[in-house]
């Protein structure tokens, strides 16, 4: 339960927290990953997910993608804070957007041999994984998906050996011909 004062701090009659991705186009320059960032620290909001790229359809233009939590009313106020710093274009969240596509990549390192290696292996089967190394007593699996895709899979590794994860953040994009 969080304290009062806090960014996550519900009231009582307050809407409970939910998750959300966040697109914010920004012009690709020095510091601006900095001040978006501070933004979301100095005010004690989370970043549970973040991914930056320059973007190919604007010039010197970046998209910094932000997976984040918050009431209602937390989440309208990160969205108006984060549309009045200076270099950001442009703030798009895809909550309950049912034409958008969201997936991260992990690369996830088990540790097994025997029937650990053969549980394992059927696993990422059936996940569809690619292995991207392997030896006699480990492997490495690259996964693409849902983040809950990743976090079922990571679960189920985790009793047969699971020793190193690297994931790359969430990515998103709305279906069809629109660009934001």
Same mark, same amino acid.
Not at 21 to 26: F, N, S
Not at 69 to 86: D, E, H, K, N, Y
């Given at each position: 339960?969080? /304290?009062?004062?806090?960014?996550?701090?519900?009231?009582?009659?307050?809407?409970?927290?939910?998750?959300?991705?966040?697109?914010?186009?920004?012009?690709?320059?020095?510091?601006?990953?900095?001040?978006?960032?501070?933004?979301?620290?100095? *005010?004690?909001?989370?970043?549970?997910?973040?991914?930056?790229?320059?973007?190919?359809?604007?010039?010197?233009?970046?998209?910094?993608?932000?997976?984040?939590?918050?009431?209602?009313?937390?989440?309208? /106020?990160?969205?108006? /804070?984060?549309?009045?710093?200076?270099?950001?274009?442009?703030?798009?969240?895809?909550?309950?957007?049912?034409?958008?596509?969201?997936?991260?990549?992990?690369?996830?390192?088990?540790?097994?041999?025997?029937?650990?290696?053969?549980?394992?292996?059927?696993?990422?089967?059936?996940?569809?994984?690619?292995?991207?190394?392997?030896?006699?007593?480990?492997?490495?699996?690259?996964?693409?998906?849902?983040?809950?895709?990743?976090?079922?899979?990571? !679960?189920?590794?985790?009793?047969?050996?699971?020793?190193?994860?690297?994931?790359?953040?969430?990515?998103?994009?709305? *279906?069809?011909? !629109?660009?934001?």
């Amino acid at each position: 339960m969080t /304290q009062p004062g806090s960014a996550y701090f519900i009231p009582e009659g307050e809407s409970p927290i939910i998750r959300t991705t966040l697109a914010v186009i920004v012009t690709n320059e020095p510091g601006v990953l900095a001040r978006v960032v501070g933004l979301f620290s100095a *005010r004690g909001y989370n970043i549970e997910s973040l991914t930056v790229a320059e973007t190919d359809h604007e010039a010197h233009t970046s998209r910094i993608t932000i997976v984040t939590s918050g009431t209602p009313s937390v989440l309208t /106020q990160i969205r108006a /804070q984060l549309g009045r710093l200076v270099p950001v274009k442009r703030v798009i969240d895809f909550y309950g957007d049912s034409d958008a596509v969201a997936r991260e990549l992990a690369l996830i390192k088990v540790a097994g041999t025997g029937d650990v290696r053969v549980e394992a292996m059927r696993l990422a089967d059936a996940f569809k994984c690619r292995i991207m190394d392997a030896g006699l007593d480990h492997f490495t699996f690259e996964l693409t998906g849902s983040s809950k895709k990743l976090d079922d899979f990571i !679960d189920l590794m985790r009793p047969l050996g699971l020793v190193e994860v690297s994931r790359t953040g969430v990515a998103t994009i709305r *279906r069809g011909k !629109d660009v934001i």
